[in-house]
């Protein structure tokens, strides 16, 4: 697709949104599905059957952080694709402070790195395709405590927007 035609595109879609607050209540309702994988006592809650019994999905994980990121940004006319634009741009918009932001940018940053650091290893140690999951019990006792504290971030993010955006909490 031409630039011309990108452009036009998000000029369409950010005055269709202006008026339509029932599109991201929507958007909303559906990202409030992917919820941080840590239980009610702060445990992983891993995959229980299949290929990756016992492991996270540290894809899935990341992608409440990616919601909050794109509904925020459709809600307030940011035209940025990636997630670490579109929260900078919040940031720099004051709709996130900086405190706000700079957790959702390290919880977003340590997700991506187990995940790049797992598919690296899958590749070269273990000679498969690279994948999303990974075993928690393979990681630092630091690395997971990290883990679990960026899913409560997490967590409070996904609840600020679901007061924002649904009015319930």
């Not at 940053?109 to 598919?119: H, K, T, V």
């Not at 679901?162 to 009015?167: A, K, L, Y």
Request: hydrophobic share 40%.
């Amino acid at each position: 697709m031409s630039k011309v035609m990108t452009s036009v595109l998000k000029i369409y879609l950010f005055e269709t949104l202006e008026g339509w607050t029932g599109f991201l209540r929507h958007l909303t309702e559906n990202a409030l599905h992917f919820r941080p994988p840590i239980g009610f006592f702060r445990n992983f809650v891993v995959e229980s059957e299949g290929e990756h019994r016992d492991k996270l999905n540290l894809k899935g994980a990341m992608m409440p952080i990616t919601d909050f990121a794109r509904i925020y940004a459709l809600k307030n006319g940011i035209e940025e694709t990636n997630t670490l634009e579109r929260l900078h741009h919040l940031q720099l918009k004051k709709i996130l402070s900086d405190k706000e932001y700079e957790e959702l940018e390290r919880a977003y940053s340590l997700l991506m790195q187990l995940r790049l650091s797992r598919q690296v290893k899958s590749v070269l140690d273990e000679e498969r395709a690279p994948g999303n999951h990974i075993d928690p019990e393979e990681i630092t006792h630091i690395e997971q405590t990290m883990l679990k504290e960026a899913f409560r971030r997490i967590e409070k993010f996904q609840s600020k927007m679901e007061f924002d955006f649904i009015g319930l909490v």
